[in-house]
């Protein structure tokens, strides 16, 4: 094969994992929404589901990202991607601590109450 041709051959490839990259992002993009979501409608067994998901791509993506090139504007989305998923990680943390600090305080009057009526009966 002459130089020229294996040049080509590696752009091609740079291409393709750029694109497989990028593909990867997007996808973890989706998943993230999909958590978001779960985490409105306060869904928490599907969102554990999903987020087990996530974690998945982001493990095979760790492996990916290390020989992926990326050009310019496959960067520039990854960037944006990135941003997105911590600002919706960000909300769903939030949903979560909100939920949680319900279930505490729903913990806490029940055991509350099992004192009060060990105490003064029933």
């Known amino acids: 094969m002459f130089p020229s041709e294996q040049q080509g051959c ?9 694109s497989r990259g990028i593909s990867d992002y997007e996808r973890l993009a989706i998943l993230t929404r999909e958590m978001h979501e779960a985490a409105v409608r306060e869904d928490w067994d599907g969102l554990v589901a999903i987020e087990r998901r996530r974690s998945e791509l982001v493990e095979h993506m760790k492996s990916d990202d290390a020989v992926c090139a990326l050009d310019d504007v496959s960067r520039r989305r990854k960037d944006e991607i990135i941003a997105g998923v911590l ?8 949903r979560i601590e909100d ?3 319900q279930a505490r305080q729903n913990i806490q009057s029940n055991r509350q109450s099992q004192r009060l009526l060990k105490a003064y009966g029933a």
Do not use: N, P, Y
């Open 10 to 18: 590696s752009q091609l490839t740079e291409v393709m994992a750029s």
């Open 87 to 94: 600002e919706a990680d960000k909300e769903i943390r939030r």
């Open 99 to 101: 939920w949680l600090g």
